[in-house]
């Protein structure tokens, strides 16, 4: 079945350290997208990339890195200078191609990050 | 710009009848409008979409929602609720901006069905 996977389900990370979140999508979507859910506050977009090796810096990039070195994997790194990562992050892909607006998004199953 | 609001932060139902779930958006250009559902620690799943072609939107698990341009609403209905539709449902506007497409979320309804 096509979908779109993200790993780990659940991630606990210390002060000062970074950490990789994994999104794999076989889809053959050109378009991939990290959000950040916190309760109350909807999705904000972090980084979004339409095609391989080029992304771009959604509302609330700072803290965070991404790489599209492939079309099926967008891994996002929390790095230690987020001072707030504690949130549920979901990966998302889409078909659409630049300008198309009408193609909805496939979601993973999220990642739940606790810094401890 | 564009923006979406989801009027109720939360709506309590009886099992058996009617859901509404409101949402108003703004936008610059004609979007499309998506609704999603969300359950408990889970990844969104795509209710149902408006695109410009007919105005009322039949989705998934019954729901469905009308596009009302001189209301700028999409409000989300079910003639009869279920206990398996509990869940948090996201209304996303989306619109081309510079050549990509620039989607926002709303902040969230929490449907709660009583039995």
């Known amino acids: 079945d096509g979908g779109i996977t993200q790993s780990p389900k659940y991630l606990f990370r210390k002060e000062g350290q970074n950490v990789t979140l994994s999104c794999e999508q076989n889809?053959?979507?050109?378009?991939m997208y990290w959000y950040r859910q916190d309760p109350g506050q909807g999705l904000r977009l972090i980084y979004y990339?339409?095609?391989?090796?080029?992304?771009q810096k959604g509302d609330i990039a700072e803290g965070y890195s991404v790489s599209r070195e492939k079309k099926e994997s967008f891994p996002l790194t929390v790095t230690s200078a987020q001072k707030n990562p504690t949130a549920f992050y979901l990966c998302?892909?889409?078909?659409?191609?630049?300008?198309?607006?009408?193609?909805?998004?496939?979601f993973g199953s999220g990642t739940r990050l606790t810094v401890v | 710009a564009q923006s979406v609001t989801q009027l109720d932060s939360h709506v309590s139902v009886s099992e058996g009848t009617p859901v509404l779930l409101r949402c108003n958006y703004s936008?610059?250009?004609?979007?499309?409008l998506f609704w999603y559902v969300q359950h408990p620690n889970k990844g969104l799943q795509l209710l149902l979409k408006y695109t410009s072609a007919a105005t009322l939107v039949k989705g998934i698990n019954g729901f469905e929602a009308e596009f009302k341009k001189s209301e700028t609403s999409f409000h989300l209905t079910k003639p009869s609720a279920h206990m398996s539709d509990a869940a948090e449902y996201f209304c996303v506007v989306s619109q081309n901006s510079g050549g990509y497409q620039k989607v926002t979320f709303g902040t969230g309804t929490k449907l709660q069905v009583i039995p």
């Open positions: 998302a892909s889409s078909m659409a191609r630049q300008g198309e607006t009408n193609y909805g998004y496939t």
């Open positions: 936008s610059s250009y004609s979007p499309s």
């Open positions: 889809l053959n979507h050109d378009a």
């Open positions: 990339s339409q095609i391989v090796n080029d992304f």
